[in-house]
């Protein structure tokens, strides 16, 4: 292999020369009787890899085509740290565009990346959105999506739930999680008054939604090992239903909420620790009154597999 590519053993270069007889070239003269043809094409295989999901973004929305994908409205005041923001979307004409921040909203970020346009008037945006950024990211992505299962039945003993097959009504009132995973079926819905916590888990959920309402205490932390190091809620990509990330100011998430085809509605808590989270969903909505600070590190959220591939460079 030369040129640009050299020594990189990612790249492939095909070389095919050949001779061809001609028929009518050679009343030309006798140097026309054969003409030498070479072609050239490069490949690139490119390895699986693992790392932070969209470029390492704290706050994600995947929609690629629909306005206000990430829409930031009412009074919410979010304060993103370690990511930026990255709205996916290249819708870029009319009153709305991919990202939207209207009403006495604001948003801080160490960068905000839109694929399409942006519209903010009367909110706060620090820095303004860097429109066209791109690249996209294909919907759905290319990733190795993670696949939890549960093999038995978990246990509801006086509000004490061990991991495995549970329904989404079990998780109401003042329960505590132990560690593992839990495979949810159905709806969960955490109330006003609700304190759920668990330390190490995941949860999976398979077919229904989260609500989780103001007033809720929750203080949930992934799993530190293993397969799904740092992978706190997930929904499929089959699983559409709506997440609503919602609480009181002593409410604590840590690890990644990771729903790629939801709309998930962030609302503030006034928690100071706040998300120590990665938030991804296909369209983000950001609202309500109070504040949330979203604290992104990659050590603390899950990395995903990007499977090998190969691609033409040349």
């Known amino acids: 292999l030369n040129g640009p590519y050299a020594n990189n053993l990612e790249y492939i270069q095909v070389i095919i020369r050949s001779t061809v007889d001609t028929y009518f070239a050679s009343i030309l003269g006798p140097n026309f009787d054969q003409l030498n043809n070479c072609v050239e094409a490069i490949a690139r295989a490119k390895l699986s890899v693992t790392g932070p999901i969209a470029f390492g973004n704290a ?6 085509h629909d306005c206000r994908s990430f829409w930031a409205h009412g009074n919410s005041d979010t304060i993103v740290e370690g990511g930026g923001v990255f709205v996916n979307s290249d819708c870029a004409s009319g009153a709305f ?3 939207d921040l209207s009403g006495h909203a604001s948003l801080t970020a160490p960068s905000i990346c839109v694929v399409g346009g942006a519209t903010y008037g009367a909110g706060d945006v620090t820095p303004p959105p860097d429109t066209g950024c791109g690249p996209p990211i294909p919907y759905p992505p290319q990733y190795i999506w993670p696949e939890p299962s549960c093999d038995h039945t978990g246990t509801n003993s006086g509000g004490v739930i061990t991991p495995g097959n549970i329904p989404g009504s079990w998780i109401i009132g003042d329960v505590t999680l132990q560690s593992g995973i839990y495979c949810i079926s159905g709806d969960v819905n955490a109330n006003a008054g609700n304190h759920i916590t668990g330390t190490g888990v995941l949860l999976y959920l398979i077919n229904g939604g989260l609500h989780i309402n103001g007033g809720a205490l929750l203080n949930l932390s992934a799993q530190t090992t293993g397969d799904f190091k740092g992978l706190l809620i ?7 239903s709506i997440v609503i990330l919602n609480g009181n100011a002593n409410t604590t998430f840590t690890g990644t909420i990771l729903a790629p085809a939801s709309e998930v509605q962030v609302n503030g808590t006034d928690s100071v620790y706040g998300y120590h989270s990665q938030i991804i969903g296909y369209d983000i909505d950001i609202s309500g009154t109070g504040m949330a600070n979203i ?20």
Not at 234 to 240: A, D, G, V
């Open 295 to 314: 604290h992104y590190s990659d050590e603390l959220n899950f990395d995903i597999t990007i499977p090998p591939s190969i691609e033409l460079a040349k």
């Open 234 to 240: 997930y929904l499929p990509i089959t699983n559409s």
């Open 59 to 64: 706050l994600v929305s995947l929609n690629p």
């Open 97 to 99: 565009q991919a990202f």
